[in-house]
């Protein structure tokens, strides 16, 4: 299957400042990765499917101007959470779309908002 | 749209007993099913996989999962579990058919396996 990776693993910001959260597909090129969030002892929820040259489509729910998806490239996708919360403080999930239906799952970035 | 229920949020097994983890799903449409695992402070990772053919599916590390329409169900067994299956199970389900659909998970299970 696909090899996903994300970065950084762990990252701890202040309240009103930005972080940018990287996720690559470093072995299959990704026209569409998906952005997922996971709360402590919770499920995984969609929050976004990125598509690479377009526009990210958006769950219900989900503030697009605070959680900015940039998929420059086949290989690579970018979650920017901006002016971050200590709401924000969550784990994020990318994941890539291989074949038969399959999503291959990065690591997960752990953010933790002060 | 549709949605995932694991009841079981945790459930504690001894080395070598079998073990079933529950999942029932509720959709209008036809879906395909998953169930992922989570290992602490790893990725998910495809366990096995529903879309289509025999009800029965096997999967990776001896677990396999039965789709049962009529109960809209798809329970994952392993008949004989080890330490090392001590684990966050997922169970997930997608929109059959083309596009790229994300997927609705279940709030998972926590295998703890007890020597």
């Known amino acids: 299957g696909a090899v996903v990776s994300q970065h950084p693993s762990w990252v701890i910001c202040k309240s009103g400042t930005s972080v940018k959260i990287e996720c690559r597909s470093l072995?299959?090129?990704?026209?569409?990765m998906f952005w997922y969030r996971q709360f402590p002892k919770q499920s995984l929820m969609l929050m976004a499917t990125?598509?690479?040259?377009?526009?990210?489509?958006?769950e219900q729910g989900v503030e697009k101007d605070k959680f900015l998806i940039n998929h420059a490239s086949l290989t690579l996708s970018t979650l920017t959470v901006t002016s971050a919360h200590p709401e924000d403080s969550s784990f994020y999930i990318c994941?890539?779309?291989?074949?038969?239906?399959?999503?291959?799952f990065g690591p997960g970035t752990r953010l933790t908002v002060t | 749209a549709q949605s995932v229920t694991q009841l079981d949020s945790q459930v504690p097994v001894f080395e070598e007993a079998p073990v079933e983890l529950r999942c029932n799903y509720s959709s209008s449409v036809s879906v395909y099913l998953f169930w992922y695992v989570q290992y602490p402070n790893q990725g998910l990772q495809l366990l096995l996989k529903y879309l289509s053919g025999s009800t029965l599916v096997k999967g990776i590390n001896g677990f396999e999962a039965e789709f049962n329409k009529s109960q809209t169900s798809f329970h994952l067994r392993k008949p004989s579990v080890h330490i090392s299956d001590t684990a966050e199970y997922f169970c997930a389900v997608r929109t059959s058919g083309g596009g790229a659909d994300g997927l609705t998970f279940g709030k998972g299970t926590h295998l703890i396996i007890q020597p």
């Open positions: 990125s598509n690479e040259g377009s526009k990210a489509t958006y």
């Open positions: 994941s890539v779309i291989g074949g038969l239906y399959e999503q291959y």
């Open positions: 072995d299959f090129q990704a026209t569409t």
